[in-house]
């Protein structure tokens, strides 16, 4: 596609649940970024994938929250037993290898935990 | 812990008025890129400005960049009611690959 793409663009759910959340990065970008971003605030970097090295998860919040990178492409995050403060707007970024790593977004996905 | 502090958090102005907002960082950086958010979904990437430049312009855009101040500035000249957004500023470091936001400069361009 032309764009990063990230669904479901809006999920509810109840606190205790998991939920998954995908992001298709930009053909032929190496480099995948998922960030958080709660309301009015800046974004917070959670985990960055690039190509087949061991991904950097130093922003994860808490053990609840993984993520994985399959074939290099398509990356879901997980977010098992969620709580009320991970409600957030979940956005995914992707940039090839450049010195610049100019990052484009996808739209994010909105989560509201009850 | 947010690398950038942007300068006002709320700016409002009249179309056809310049509208500028600062951003001020703490450690050193490759790059510095300012992005442009709508309504609270994604982010658009406006311009970036490499640590050894001091000034750059993209149509209604210039940016600039004082490493020795640790900040950088975003002018957007003869504003418009479109241009109303939030825009973050986001270093870019010489071993992280990930960016580093500021809280943002909510700014509205009143018609």
């Known amino acids: 596609g032309a764009g990063v793409s990230q669904s479901p663009s809006n999920k509810v759910t109840e606190k205790g649940k998991d939920v998954e959340l995908r992001c298709d990065p930009i053909?032929?970008?190496?480099?995948l970024y998922w960030y958080r971003q709660s309301l009015g605030q800046g974004l917070e970097f959670l985990i960055y994938?690039?190509?087949?090295?061991?991904?950097?998860k130093s922003g994860l919040p808490s053990d609840r929250f993984s993520a994985e990178r399959t074939g290099g492409s398509v990356s879901t995050l997980t977010i098992q037993r969620t709580q009320q403060e991970d409600s957030a707007v979940y956005l995914c970024?992707?940039?090839?290898?450049?010195?610049?790593?100019?990052?484009?977004f996808g739209p994010g996905t909105r989560l509201t935990v009850l | 812990s947010q690398q950038g502090e942007e300068d006002p958090q709320a700016l409002s102005i009249q179309e056809g008025e310049n509208a500028t907002m600062n951003c001020s960082y703490k450690?050193?950086?490759?790059?510095l890129q300012w992005y442009r958010q709508n309504s609270g979904r994604g982010l658009v990437h406006l311009i970036l400005?490499?640590?050894?430049?001091r000034e750059k312009h993209s149509g209604r855009l210039r940016v600039t960049l004082d490493t020795s101040k640790k900040s950088s500035s975003l002018l957007i000249t003869a504003s418009r009611a479109a241009d109303t957004a939030s825009y973050f500023c986001?270093?870019?470091?010489?071993?992280?690959?990930?960016?580093?936001f500021g809280s943002g400069t909510q700014l509205t361009v009143l018609p």
């Open positions: 994938f690039q190509g087949n090295s061991a991904p950097d």
């Open positions: 450690t050193s950086i490759n790059n």
């Open positions: 053909s032929g970008h190496t480099a």
């Open positions: 970024a992707s940039s090839r290898i450049l010195a610049d790593n100019e990052q484009f």
């Open positions: 986001a270093t870019g470091g010489d071993s992280a690959r990930q960016l580093t």
């Open positions: 400005i490499r640590s050894n430049e």
